[in-house]
């Protein structure tokens, strides 16, 4: 069955599972990686949950075979002669290629999936998000107040925008599924649509007017971007009619666990399923997974780590197939492990 199919039997599989009683997906462990001794920062996964990608504060980048956990390689990461954490790592949707992405660093890298030979390293300074459109070789960076447009294997900056959200920093960027819709969310809980690939803007609002509570650290479109959903550093999700223009809702979330130390760091952490009535999302505390259904209101959980918590996340809809990084402790000190699961749907 390929990604496509995957995908339908998953919007099937959850229809009319909105009414209460058992969740309407599981998921079972198929995979665990522990004592991890450097402070793992970034997870990316393939779309068809192959290869799970880690990078972490030293600046190595880790590839490994899904489900049995082997190496495939590891390559350390020099931008311009220096080396610097990994803050972000993104996987092409043919799966061909990675990106990582730094806070501080002056590039973004793109690697060869398969073998992690380096294949470009643009100059992108201050990356923070990064968004591949759905079926042309584009990834679309958030990088200062900007949105930058790069071919990630010739190494070509095709277009930017360098003050997309009016001098406010701009945390993350995502596509609609049939990549006419861009989505761009700022640190003040701005949230802009772009027409692609003209980059006009589509419309624009507030999703929150308070800095502590948003700080959007994932964000997410449905297929046709009619809905846009984005967490804030503490947790709390909201659901955006873009069409209205308007919060259809909001979801609470405690991402700080009593006697935890403060960590909200769940990247790249929210995915809907293809009919767009289905959010996933951190569970209470960042502990795990669970499935929201955005018409009702309804949550549903998913999965429960057996951590203190999860410092980032990466989902692949197609390959029903979830990432994690886990900490060791409650103040996300090492050793740390890598975690894949493997979402059941139950049927109807």
């Given at each position: 069955?390929?990604?496509?199919?995957?995908?339908?039997a998953?919007?099937?599989?959850?229809?009319?599972?909105?009414a209460e009683?058992?969740?309407p997906?599981?998921?079972?462990?198929?995979l665990?990686?522990?004592?991890?001794?450097?402070?793992?920062?970034?997870?990316?996964?393939?779309?068809?949950?192959?290869l799970?990608?880690v990078?972490?504060?030293?600046g190595d980048?880790?590839?490994?075979?899904?489900?049995?956990?082997?190496?495939?390689w590891?390559?350390?990461?020099?931008p311009?002669?220096?080396a610097?954490?990994?803050d972000g790592?993104?996987?092409?949707?043919?799966?061909?290629?990675?990106?990582?992405l730094?806070?501080?660093?002056?590039t973004?890298?793109?690697?060869?999936?398969?073998?992690g030979?380096?294949?470009?390293?643009?100059?992108?300074?201050r990356?923070r998000?990064?968004?591949?459109?759905?079926t042309?070789?584009?990834?679309?960076v958030?990088?200062?107040s900007?949105?930058?447009?790069?071919?990630p294997?010739r190494?070509?900056?095709?277009?930017?925008?360098?003050?997309?959200?009016?001098?406010?920093?701009?945390?993350?960027?995502?596509?609609?599924g049939d990549?006419?819709?861009?989505?761009?969310?700022?640190?003040?809980?701005?949230?802009?649509?772009?027409?692609?690939?003209?980059?006009?803007?589509?419309?624009s609002m507030v999703?929150?007017?308070s800095l502590?509570?948003?700080?959007?650290?994932s964000?997410?479109?449905?297929?046709?971007?009619?809905?846009?959903a984005?967490?804030?550093?503490?947790?709390?999700?909201?659901?955006?009619?873009?069409a209205?223009?308007?919060?259809?809702?909001s979801?609470?979330n405690?991402?700080?666990?009593?006697?935890?130390?403060?960590?909200?760091?769940?990247?790249?952490?929210?995915?809907?399923?293809?009919?767009?009535?289905?959010?996933?999302?951190?569970?209470?505390?960042?502990?795990g997974?669970?499935?929201?259904?955005v018409?009702n209101?309804?949550?549903?959980?998913v999965?429960?780590?057996?951590g203190?918590?999860?410092?980032?996340?990466?989902?692949?809809?197609p390959?029903?197939t979830?990432?994690?990084?886990?900490?060791?402790d409650?103040?996300?000190?090492g050793p740390y492990g890598?975690?894949?699961?493997?979402?059941?749907?139950?049927?109807?």
């Open positions: 069955m390929g990604p496509r199919a995957l995908a339908l998953a919007a099937l599989a959850l229809t009319g599972c909105a009683g058992p969740p997906v599981t998921a079972e462990k198929v665990d990686v522990p004592d991890i001794k450097p402070v793992v920062n970034a997870v990316g996964l393939a779309p068809d949950g192959s799970v990608v990078g972490d504060m030293d980048l880790i590839a490994r075979d899904v489900p049995s956990g082997a190496q495939r590891q390559v350390r990461v020099h311009r002669g220096a610097r954490r990994i790592v993104v996987v092409s949707p043919d799966g061909a290629l990675v990106v990582t730094g806070h501080d660093a002056q973004i890298e793109a690697w060869q999936a398969a073998t030979r380096q294949v470009a390293a643009p100059r992108v300074p990356s998000g990064a968004a591949f459109h759905p042309e070789q584009t990834l679309v958030a990088a200062g900007g949105l930058t447009v790069v071919d294997v190494a070509e900056i095709n277009r930017t925008l360098p003050n997309a959200h009016a001098g406010e920093r701009v945390d993350v960027v995502a596509f609609s990549g006419r819709v861009l989505a761009s969310a700022a640190v003040d809980g701005n949230l802009k649509l772009w027409n692609w690939p003209d980059l006009t803007l589509r419309a999703m929150s007017q502590e509570t948003m700080s959007p650290v964000l997410a479109l449905t297929r046709d971007g009619g809905r846009a984005a967490n804030g550093i503490l947790g709390r999700l909201h659901v955006m009619d873009t209205g223009g308007r919060e259809e809702r979801f609470a405690v991402a700080e666990a009593p006697g935890h130390g403060l960590h909200a760091e769940m990247r790249f952490s929210l995915a809907f399923t293809a009919d767009g009535d289905w959010l996933f999302a951190p569970d209470m505390h960042d502990r997974l669970r499935i929201l259904h018409p209101g309804k949550a549903y959980g999965l429960r780590g057996d203190p918590f999860y410092k980032a996340m990466a989902i692949s809809i390959a029903s979830v990432a994690f990084l886990r900490p060791g409650t103040q996300g000190a890598i975690e894949v699961w493997r979402l059941v749907y139950r049927a109807k």
